[in-house]
């Protein structure tokens, strides 16, 4: 069964850099994830398609200090120079035939 | 630039049906297909389902089988997704959804479920 599986909470410093992790269920290292990003009280906004190769796609308008990578079935993104507008709930999300499944979401909080 | 405009908010009793609209635009509506997620306050993104206006098709997430029914009319380039035997847990912001090259999400709907 295809799952995400994300930590429920980061934070870091203004400033500073977090790194949050979306890991797939085992035996399904080899799917593209999407990242959104979730303001509070706003809906969702896409930021990147994360390739199986490392490389990525982002979607307009996405700063250059957002950033993804993965190993293995750990799929990444990182938000460098934190802001406080960085503070939001962030979600993966990958599809396979006929279904999408998303990450339970990671709120992360700018210190 | 792709757009997906939702319809307005709605307020339904238990057990009534409620329908959503979803209006594309800024590419070949029959090129990509729509899904449905929904979210409720203070919870996670919850896909329910997706549909194909190219053959008009669709496929459901199997906890909304034989409640919702997601259906497309080309001509004017709109999804719906309808929604059955509402209960209260079904209060959510829905929102429709479209993947190609990236992702675009609609403005999110509001349905509240209360008697």
């Known amino acids: 069964q295809l799952v995400l599986t994300q930590s429920p909470s980061a934070s870091a410093s203004l400033g500073a850099s977090v790194k949050l992790t979306c890991t797939l269920t085992s035996g399904h290292n080899n799917y593209v994830i999407a990242w959104h990003q979730q303001l509070p009280g706003r809906g969702p906004r896409f930021l990147m398609k994360l390739n199986t190769d490392g490389s990525y796609t982002k979607g307009d308008g996405i700063p250059d200090r957002l950033s993804g990578s993965i190993s293995g079935a750990e799929r990444y993104l990182t938000i460098s120079s934190l802001q406080s507008e960085d503070e939001a709930d962030y979600y993966c999300q990958t599809w396979d035939t006929g279904i999408w499944v998303f990450g339970g979401g990671t709120k992360v909080t700018v210190l | 630039q792709i757009k997906l405009v939702q319809s307005g908010t709605e307020v339904k009793k238990p057990g009534a049906s409620v329908k959503v609209s979803c209006k594309a635009s800024?590419?070949?509506?029959?090129?990509?297909?729509i899904n449905w997620v929904r979210q409720a306050s203070g919870q996670g993104l919850e896909w329910m389902g997706w549909?194909?206006?190219?053959?008009?098709?669709?496929g459901y997430a199997q906890r909304f089988q034989g409640r919702v029914t997601i259906t497309g009319k080309t001509s004017i380039t709109t999804a719906y997704m309808e929604l059955s035997s509402l209960r209260s847990e079904d209060t959510a912001i829905y929102y429709c959804v479209t993947m190609g090259e990236s992702v675009t999400w609609g403005q999110g709907t509001l349905v509240t479920v209360t008697s």
């Open positions: 549909m194909d206006p190219k053959r008009g098709n669709a």
């Open positions: 800024g590419y070949t509506f029959t090129s990509q297909h």
